[in-house]
């Protein structure tokens, strides 16, 4: 008999609707006991797995696009993304890592072919600036930094955080003591100069002097082995990149920044050598090389060339050994 009065399963609408009085109630209700509130948060992580399940699926069935598209529509229509990302340090830790695959899942959902999370997002910014400030939480910093990753798919959310005073405070992000969270704001840090290539064209051109300068002395100048070698690899994809080629023109032309990559080649680290290398063929490789630094490489000709001499991989690399040899030939033809 009991199964005639089995509860009927709750649609994605209503779980959502569930959640967000859940997520309201925890947000706002401050003055219940410890013991009641652990009850409530038991009983909203309940809720979260069960949106989890519905669009990752689990190991009994795959997820249906028809109750994913519901999730998602009701999600955004009533503003559940802001209370969940909002109330995320009140969660327990289990809670926390479904809302982060939520989060990232809801980025991709399309509902009637329209990406709705981008929709939303652009007419809620600010949630990109609470998502970067939980950086400075190490309770939080890498669940927001996930969920930040996947909100800057989308172009035009990337822009904005490029755009913001944000990116500034990204060199100090990487250089954090904590190695785990140092490393997940550097790799927000690479989506951010990597993934949308006319955006970040614009931006690097509209804030050249500042950024370079920064990356300079924050980054490639750091005490720190890691970021050192990030930075530098980084710098190498940023620069060989076709879509900032002026900005590479203009990199390679400055002095400053020609004596930073020789000073690059010069640490005990041979991967650290490898990654300022592909960085400072540029320099060699420009055809209108400025006076000045035409002369330094000249008068550091047979250092040069002594060091690239030795400079090998641990594994053959066709490109590597052409690129080495054309430096080679053409620092030596200089005069």
């Known amino acids: 008999m009991k199964g005639l009065f089995k509860s009927k399963p709750r649609t994605p609408p209503e779980l959502v609707r569930l959640t967000r009085e859940h997520l309201i109630n925890v947000d706002l209700n401050t003055s219940i006991s410890d013991a009641k509130r652990e009850e409530k948060l038991a009983e909203l992580g309940k809720l979260i797995r069960d949106l989890k399940i519905i669009l990752y699926g689990n190991s009994e069935s795959e997820p249906i696009p028809d109750a994913c598209a519901q999730l998602t529509q009701e999600f955004f229509k009533g503003n559940t993304l802001r209370l969940l990302i909002v109330c995320l340090p009140k969660l327990n830790l289990e809670a926390r890592k479904d809302a982060t695959q939520i989060v990232a899942n809801l980025q991709r959902q399309q509902v009637q072919s329209r990406l709705i999370a981008s929709e939303y997002l652009e007419s809620n910014k600010d949630l990109m600036d609470i998502l970067i400030g939980g950086y400075d ?12 990753r996947e909100c800057i798919r989308h172009q035009s959310i990337a822009r ?34 990597t993934r949308h290539k006319s955006t970040v064209a614009d931006f690097l051109t509209k804030n050249y002097d500042w950024f370079f300068a920064a990356y300079n002395t924050k980054l490639l100048e ?4 890691i970021t050192i070698r990030q930075a530098s690899k980084l710098l190498g994809d940023i620069l060989l990149d076709r879509s900032n080629s002026s900005i590479m023109l203009r990199y390679v032309s400055t002095l400053d920044n020609l004596m930073i990559l020789m000073n690059l080649l010069r640490k005990s680290s041979k991967n650290i050598q490898i990654e300022a290398f592909h960085v400072f063929k540029l320099f060699v490789a420009n055809e209108n090389r400025p006076p000045e630094i035409e002369n330094i490489l000249i008068k550091n000709r047979s250092k040069l ?3 690239f001499s030795d400079l090998k991989l641990d594994k053959d690399d066709e490109q590597f050994q052409t690129d080495k040899g054309q430096v080679i030939k053409v620092i030596e033809e200089m005069e």
């Open 137 to 148: 939480n190490m309770d939080i910093a890498l669940h927001y930094g996930s969920m930040l």
């Open 160 to 193: 904005y955080v490029l755009e913001s005073q944000h990116m500034n405070k990204f060199f100090d992000y990487i250089q954090l003591p904590n190695f785990d969270i140092a490393s997940d704001a550097f790799a927000t840090f690479k989506e951010l100069l």
């Open 222 to 225: 750091s005490d720190n082995y």
């Open 305 to 307: 060339l002594r060091l």
